[in-house]
């Protein structure tokens, strides 16, 4: 099955507060944004009514629409540190090597770029080379996809990309989190969340749930191409790899292994869930939209950037004393966590290599290729959930050890077998 990764760069860095040994000076904040809505008693504006074009609350939203459209530029017309959500895109290929062979076999060896803001959403999925199965990957990239959906039902996740994505204008707008009611309510318009949130009977925070709409772990349905969510079992690492064993997914086949592998996509929420900071009811809206004074106004930022390009508004009422360290300590959990995903992907590349050279030279029983390849599965999975997440393991610390830890362990544990050959 092909998918397609979702390049929204919303969450690169989410909650700017210290996972160890810090001291709250206040209390959780409460959130800042407008009230959500029960999607049940939510009216969707008829197609012709829907207000799609941001520019239509700019007069009443100034300062919110002007840091919405930094997103286009993330604050100037230089090119910044990718690391801290830069405007340029980042070849992820030329900076990861290892991954030409972790993902040969799928588009994301021969292309992946790091995801930029929301105002590049619909610009980068159209200009990506990597085969597109239908109009689904329009699902988080552009608010219209709901008057799309209102237009073609069922259908429209297995139309043809190029030919429909010339029925849109717009990118991710306001419309996407408040459909007609931006300042009065956080409203999702995704169809694959709204479906799922109502069947698990799933009611995030809203600071939470505008950001969860696009930024999780999913699949395709074989059937119809529709945007599904790996959720039966639960959000956690193990539980999602489960329903999809219950189910015998696969993304696709490793050429050299023959290992039927899972390819994650930004799983950020999924990642959150369980942290200290989502414990004490932070959201991602409290640190990645800040609200900040500006001409003596106070107003949500809609910059959707990194907090550590706003410190003092996204951290500073929780920490306010640690400010000036709070950069370099991420950073260094950061930086401790990349080295983790490195060290795995050169444990993995090996296996990749050493399995497909002993199946060639015909060394393995079919009851150890099974068993070496249920082990290749288990640690690249793990792997890529740490890797494609966008906080670079800050969203959760705990999880993301915890799971390149049994990555490795997993990893060892194969490249073991095949050293005893």
Not at 148 to 155: C, H, I, P
Not at 156 to 174: H, R, Y
Not at 239 to 268: A, N
Request: charge should be negative; glycine fraction near 6%.
């Amino acid at each position: 099955m092909k998918r397609i990764k979702f390049v929204i760069g919303l969450l690169t860095l989410l909650a700017i507060v210290l996972m160890i040994s810090c001291t709250r000076e206040t209390p959780a904040p409460e959130p800042n944004e407008p009230p959500d809505e029960d999607i049940s008693k939510v009216e969707i504006p008829a197609p012709e009514n829907m207000i799609i074009d941001p520019a239509d609350w700019e007069e009443k939203f100034p300062l919110v629409y002007t840091s919405f459209m930094k997103t286009s530029t993330m604050g100037d017309d230089t090119a910044e540190d990718s690391g801290l959500g830069g405007s340029q895109p980042l070849d992820y290929i030329e900076k990861y090597p290892n991954i030409k062979i972790l993902y040969e076999g799928i588009g994301f060896a021969k292309e992946y770029y790091q995801a930029r803001g929301h105002f590049y959403a619909l610009e980068d999925v159209a200009n990506i080379s990597r085969p597109k199965g239908g109009a689904s990957c329009l699902a988080c990239k552009t608010a219209e996809y709901e008057k799309l959906y209102a237009k073609f039902g069922d259908e429209l996740a297995s139309m043809d990309f190029q030919k429909t994505i010339q029925e849109v204008e717009f990118g991710i707008t306001c419309y996407t989190c408040h459909r007609n009611t931006p300042g009065e309510s956080i409203q999702t318009t995704t169809v694959h969340f709204n479906e799922f949130a109502d069947m698990l009977k799933l009611d995030p925070i809203p600071g939470n749930k505008a950001c969860a709409q696009c930024h999780v772990e999913y699949y395709f349905d074989e059937e119809n191409n529709s945007v599904l969510l790996p959720w039966g079992n639960g959000t956690e690492i193990a539980e999602i790899e489960e329903y999809y064993d219950e189910m015998d997914f696969s993304d696709w086949v490793h050429p050299r292994t023959g290992t039927p592998l899972i390819k994650v996509q930004h799983p950020e929420t999924e990642m959150y869930t369980g942290s200290l900071h989502a414990s004490m009811k932070v959201s991602c809206a409290d640190c990645h939209m800040p609200r900040v004074i500006e001409d003596g106004k106070e107003y949500k930022s809609h910059w959707v950037t990194s907090p550590l390009k706003t410190p003092n508004e996204s951290c500073g009422r929780c920490h306010s004393n640690e400010i000036d360290t709070l950069p370099e300590r991420v950073e260094a959990i950061q930086t401790e966590i990349e080295q983790m995903e490195v060290d795995v992907s050169d444990m993995l590349v090996k296996l990749i290599i050493d399995f497909g050279k002993a199946i060639e030279d015909k060394k393995l029983t079919d009851q150890q290729i099974v068993q070496l390849r249920d082990l290749h599965r288990k640690a690249q999975y793990r792997w890529d959930f740490v890797f494609v997440e966008n906080s670079t393991g800050f969203h959760n610390r705990a999880k993301a050890t915890e799971a390149l830890n049994e990555a490795k362990s997993y990893a060892q544990e194969a490249l073991d077998i095949l050293q005893g050959l």
